[in-house]
């Protein structure tokens, strides 16, 4: 008999992904497109989103704006892991609208991002593979126009220390350049800083040498 698979198995495996990513592309704004055929007209939307409840709330949005549209079909892509991730039809033939966003959202390696594809029926069915090209194409061109941008992950530290140790924490600061966001400068100081997560095990490491210097790590960001 083989070895059994532990329950943990996935989680192990995510979270060993998730080591070694340090930065994501998506996009930086809202970007539009369109795509017509046979009287039907398509027209598409790239936004960038961070959570579902985000998604929900664009959705019903547009759901509103368009109220008259036969179908507002959608897909997205969350996390550095591109692990959080949905596509829907809204009646369309299962198959042929959600999925065709997504896998152009997958083509352009996209994540934090929501594609929307609204149609408006020209009174000429278009079939499975009409439908499949056309959903494809009005995501692939909002997505070609959006601006792409690189993010990098960073980790936040909570430093607490001494102000006899100043010019120590400094040097260690010199080194790795981390984004100072709070500063508290008096006889007991605080910093709350972020630093690309690609080095932050090792200031985390330089930080734990001084003697007298408190370091916790807080959430993993993007910039």
């Known amino acids: 008999m083989g070895a059994e698979i532990p329950q943990n198995y996935f989680q192990i495996i995510i979270q060993s992904i998730l080591s070694i990513i340090n930065s994501f592309i998506t996009i930086s704004g809202i970007s539009e497109g369109i795509y017509k055929e046979k009287g039907s007209k398509f027209l598409s939307f790239a936004l960038p989103v961070t959570t579902v409840e985000e998604v929900k709330v664009i959705l019903d949005e547009y759901r509103k704006k368009f109220y008259d549209a036969r179908h507002v079909c959608y897909a997205y892509m969350l996390g550095a892991d591109r692990a959080d991730f949905r596509a829907n039809d809204d009646g369309e033939p299962s198959g042929t609208a959600g999925r065709p966003i997504l896998g152009q959202i997958n083509s352009f390696e996209l994540t934090d991002v929501l594609v929307i594809v609204v149609r408006y029926f020209g009174g000429i069915l278009l079939g499975t593979g009409g439908l499949i090209t056309a959903y494809k194409e009005a995501a692939r061109d909002a997505l070609s126009r959006a601006e792409i941008v690189e993010k990098v992950i960073t980790q936040r530290f909570e430093i607490r220390f001494g102000y006899e140790l100043m010019n120590e924490v400094l040097r260690v600061f010199k080194e790795f350049e981390p984004e100072i966001l709070k500063s ?40």
Do not use: W
Not at 196 to 215: D, L, W
């Open 184 to 223: 508290e400068l008096q006889y007991d100081c605080r910093y709350v800083v972020d630093v690309p997560k690609a080095s932050s095990e090792q200031f985390f490491h330089k930080m734990n040498t001084i003697y007298g210097v408190k370091i916790e790590k807080e959430q993993e960001k993007s910039i």
